[in-house]
């Protein structure tokens, strides 16, 4: 539904995030994958409702 022609905003923020993630996947650390990829949920929700307010 959104992307980046929609929230540009978010490209920098959103690609350190997945790095993040993937960091945290390489290095088989669970509970830090978990943490990023809700981090970066919240994130790009906190976003998109900022887009449409």
């Known amino acids: 539904m959104f ?3 929609q ?3 978010r490209f920098n923020n959103g690609h350190q995030e997945h790095l993040a993630i993937i960091a945290a996947l390489r290095s088989q650390d669970a509970e830090g994958a978990r943490a990023a ?3 970066h949920i919240d994130n790009v929700r906190d976003s998109i409702v900022r887009r449409l307010s």
């Open 7 to 9: 929230v540009p905003e």
């Open 37 to 39: 990829v809700a981090s």
């Open 3 to 5: 992307n980046m022609r």
